[in-house]
Every structure is written in structure tokens, then in C-alpha cells.
T-cell receptor, first 112, second 118 residues
Framework: QKEVEQDPGPLSVPEGAIVSLNCTYS??????FMWYRQYSRKGPELLMY????GNKEDGRFTAQVDKSSKYISLFIRDSQPSDSATYLC????????????FGKGTLLTVNP | SAVISQKPSRDICQRGTSLTIQCQVD?????MFWYRQQPGQSLTLIAT?????????ESGFVIDKFPISRPNLTFSTLTVSNLSPEDSSIYLC???????????????FGQGTRLTVV
């Protein structure tokens, strides 16, 4: 079993839709959770991060963590064509351990 | 955020040759990380480069194949040696932001180097 599982998609939605992206993980040592957005031929760009169970909101984006279920989600409201990208979940155990473990990424296309 | 510049952005190399990738950061950082992103796969950490000491390699990666230099606190190179088509991938450098005094956030990445081995 991989440490982090992420449905690679691809996911195609109409503009304005609510998008739900998910990752599950098996390592209970993971305490820090991130979502990166990667446009084609670009490096990953940090989108959101959260360190505790619950929801964290930033504009149209909401990151959700459920440590008891080892499940994290990213919700995108009112999706826009500019949201079309690959979304990568990442996590680390924290402390002095800076190594990130990534999911495979989900390719999202928002159609105008 | 830290500005990370990677060179080259892409290259096509012959098998058996080597490619050296440069990573320049606009602030001093203790740690720099090198990742590989193979097609359809997760980003995978290759090694951690610390200034003044040998790089620390992850399981499955060896110094002979991926030698790393870290001559100062703003610069690192990754060489991919004896290239084969399986090395075709995107290579990314990354820095933890807190190391340069930027708190309350997470790692930044360069734009990546897209390597194709023919």
C-alpha cells in the first residue's frame, strides 16, 4: 500500500462547479498537510496547508483534514477555467523532518 | 516567498551522457531538496543537500547516479549521470521557507527541469 493515495483523474467539470479532490494516507505520523497546484510545464505552487483536523478556508478553496480517517480533501467553489491544473496533495511528519510525501496528483479541467 | 531559479528548464540528452541541473535561491537556506517527478508518478525525494556536508540520499537513490554539490547557502547542483531513457523526468529543487526566515508556510519549488533522454 502506498503511503499516500490520490485519484489521478482526469476530472473535467463545467465552470462554476464545486470540485472535490481527495487523498488518503496510511502513515499516522503525518501531521502537516498541503495542497499544491501545478500548471503544465511549471513547478508546484503551494495552494493551502493545514496542521490540524478540521477545515481551513481561503477564498474559494477549503482544505479539510480528518486525521482519524486519514483522509484529506480540497474543495474548490465556483471553479474557473484558470483552476485547470494538476493538484497534488503532500504531507510530512513534522518536527525536524522536512521530507514531503506526495500523492500522484489529480488533473483537473474546468470547461468554460 | 523565496524565489528559486532552475537551469536548464528543459533538455534532450543522449543516453550515456550526464546532465547537471542548477538551482539558485534568492536567500540563504540551510537545506535544499531535490525531487523527481516521473510521468504518472508522485514527486519523489531524491536527496537533501546541506551546505558543508554530504548530501543525504533517500532509499533507491545513490550518489554515483545523482551526485549533488552544495558550495554555498544559495546554490546547489544535481547531476544525473549515465543517462538512460528511464531517467526522463522532471527534476525539481525545493527549499523549506522557514529556513530563510519565512514562517507559517510550507516548501517552495523551482520551475523544474524537464529531461528527455533519447
Amino acid at each position: 500500500q502506498k503511503e499516500v493515495e490520490q485519484d489521478p483523474g482526469p476530472l473535467s467539470v463545467p465552470e462554476g462547479a464545486i470540485v472535490s479532490l481527495n487523498c488518503t494516507y496510511s502513515n499516522s505520523a503525518f501531521q502537516y498537510f498541503m495542497w499544491y497546484r501545478q500548471y503544465s510545464r511549471k513547478g508546484p505552487e503551494l495552494l493551502m496547508y493545514t496542521y490540524s483536523s478540521g477545515n481551513k478556508e481561503d477564498g474559494r478553496f477549503t482544505a479539510q483534514v480528518d486525521k482519524s480517517s486519514k483522509y484529506i480533501s480540497l474543495f474548490i467553489r465556483d471553479s474557473q477555467p484558470s483552476d485547470s491544473a494538476t493538484y497534488l496533495c503532500a504531507m510530512r511528519s513534522g518536527g525536524s523532518n522536512y521530507k514531503l510525501t506526495f500523492g500522484k496528483g489529480t488533473l483537473l479541467t474546468v470547461n468554460p | 516567498s523565496a524565489v528559486i531559479s532552475q537551469k536548464p528548464s528543459r533538455d534532450i540528452c543522449q543516453r550515456g551522457t550526464s546532465l547537471t541541473i542548477q538551482c539558485q535561491v534568492d536567500s540563504q537556506v540551510t537545506m535544499m531538496f531535490w525531487y523527481r517527478q516521473q510521468p504518472g508518478q508522485s514527486l519523489t525525494l531524491i536527496a537533501t543537500a546541506n551546505q558543508g556536508s554530504e548530501a543525504t540520499y533517500e532509499s533507491g537513490f545513490v550518489i554515483d547516479k545523482f551526485p549533488i554539490s552544495r558550495p554555498n547557502l544559495t546554490f546547489s547542483t544535481l547531476t544525473v549521470s549515465n543517462l538512460s531513457p528511464e531517467d526522463s523526468s522532471i527534476y525539481l529543487c525545493s527549499v523549506p521557507p522557514w529556513d530563510s526566515g519565512i514562517m507559517d508556510t510550507e516548501a517552495f519549488f523551482g520551475q523544474g527541469t524537464r529531461l528527455t533522454v533519447v
